[in-house]
């Protein structure tokens, strides 16, 4: 069972996610559909790719497969989670990639739609950043992400909230292009895609890695990264790490206690 639908269509590739039973949540095999559709995409000189959910969707997608973090005792989120290898190839691929949202998109699809590089989102869609919920500490790299996307400061609140972002502020504070209704979603973003392709695929290619080269250009000593390391693994060594764990497979509301 392929968790994907791909199409291309005058030089524009479309992923729609396709595992509505798990809400599209990003399962190592659903990533695996997307990695091998950017792939195929490349091959076929696909200039601009869209990544969108089913028509109608009321949840874009729920983020990282939680069934599938660790217990506890190692780190949730390391260099080879199937999520970190997402947005790596997002940031990697030559072609822009535009996140048609509607419905809600949670935790580590949020750093998924942000790290495309266009968000159209319709007007009743919502982001919300959740690890806190689950006592999972975002990785170094994503929060990168997020932080070249949004200030500090809403990154803050929506990581310590974890509460919903409606897309209307979304797009006060740049996180969205542009918002339209669901009935214009698809004929807005088709329209945008076309007018990329009619423009130079290698001065885009160009012109997109040198903006994530400026977007990621953070120093970072060795000090600071082992501090880093060392208080990411605080968190998956504690207690509030496997209750969160828990507490989401046994669909309750988890009792966090900061040990």
């Known amino acids: 069972m392929s968790f994907v639908i791909t199409t291309i269509e005058d030089s524009i590739g479309t992923i729609l996610l396709n595992h509505v039973q798990k809400r599209n949540a990003l399962s190592q095999p659903l990533i695996a559909d997307i990695l091998e559709a950017f792939g195929t995409f490349r091959q076929q000189n696909v200039r601009v790719i869209i990544l969108r959910a089913p028509e109608g969707a009321t949840v874009w997608s729920a983020g990282h497969d939680v069934s599938e973090l660790p217990q506890g005792h190692r780190d949730p989120l390391g260099w080879d989670d199937p999520l970190r290898r997402l947005i790596r190839e997002v940031e990697n691929c030559p072609a822009p990639i535009i996140a048609m949202i509607e419905g809600s998109v949670w935790g580590g699809a949020c750093e998924v739609a942000f790290a495309c590089d266009l968000v159209i989102a319709a007007d009743d869609a919502t982001f919300a ?68 392709v009619r423009n130079s695929p290698l001065s885009i290619a160009v012109m997109k890695e040198e903006l994530n080269l400026l977007a990621n250009a953070h120093d970072l000593s060795p000090l600071t990264f082992e501090r880093i390391q060392a208080l990411r693994r605080e968190v998956y060594n504690s207690q509030d790490y496997q209750e969160g764990i828990r507490a989401f497979l046994e669909k309750r509301p988890p009792t966090f206690t900061g040990k």
């Open 129 to 196: 950043i959740t690890p806190a919920k689950l006592g999972v500490p975002y990785n170094l790299s994503g929060l990168l992400t997020f932080m070249s996307t949004i200030s500090l400061h809403i990154v803050k609140e929506m990581a310590f909230t974890g509460s919903p972002m409606k897309a209307e502020r979304a797009e006060r504070l740049g996180i969205v292009n542009r918002i339209v209704s669901r009935k214009e979603l698809q004929q807005h973003t088709y329209e945008i895609a076309r007018q990329i």
